[in-house]
């Protein structure tokens, strides 16, 4: 099994979308968390309907972003918020869902995520990446306090590839969490390969 999710964003897609997620599917990730916070409920729901299709058909897990009522309706059972997202959520959405995940930027949000009942959560940013240019990154030490601390598995995401996750590996997180190198790859199974070896 991967230890590998990736995430989602349109914006650095090169090519059809759906087309990419099918490319990235048929690698066989974990999971792919379809994030596209800048769409509306209705859009987000729209396009979920036609990822989740694709997924399913290729035996990969999709996650659902921020809307838990679109989750709901749609009929998936794992979904990934941001922390302050969680917070606001009743515990009977919460439970809702076989799989629940959280962005967390510290080990207190780790320890927090989990009292909410998620299932794994996201830490970064672990390494300098363009999706938060100018922002220092946590580090590789941020992510081991983090796993320290942690009962369920932590996913490092921010800045990793082929060259580091080997560092990331080392710290006893489950796996890591990637959107750029996917998005932009034009050989999605050979990026994944070099990821997973």
Request: proline share 4%; net charge negative; glycine share 10%.
């Amino acid at each position: 099994m991967s230890d590998i999710l990736c995430v989602t964003n349109r914006s650095l897609c090169r090519g059809d979308f759906l087309e990419k997620i099918g490319q990235i599917a048929d690698a066989r990730p974990k999971a792919i968390i379809l994030r596209e916070k800048e769409l509306e409920k209705t859009e987000y729901e729209n396009l979920a309907r036609e990822f989740i299709k694709v997924c399913e058909a290729r035996g990969t897990k999709p996650v659902l972003h921020s809307y838990p009522e679109v989750a709901r309706r749609l009929g998936a059972d794992a979904l990934h918020m941001p922390l302050p997202g969680l917070r606001e959520m009743a515990e009977s959405d919460r439970l809702a869902f076989g799989i629940l995940g959280a962005s967390c930027h510290s080990v207190e949000d780790a320890l927090e995520a989990e009292a909410l009942g998620c299932t794994y959560i996201t830490a970064g940013h672990v390494f300098e990446t363009d999706c938060k240019k100018g922002l220092e990154p946590r580090g590789i030490d941020f992510l081991r306090s983090v796993c320290d601390v942690s009962d369920i598995p932590v996913y490092a995401i921010g800045g990793i590839n082929p060259g580091n996750i080997s560092e990331v590996r080392a710290t006893g997180a489950s796996g890591a969490c990637l959107m750029s190198g996917f998005m932009q790859t034009g050989n999605v199974k050979g990026f994944m390969k070099a990821l997973e070896t």
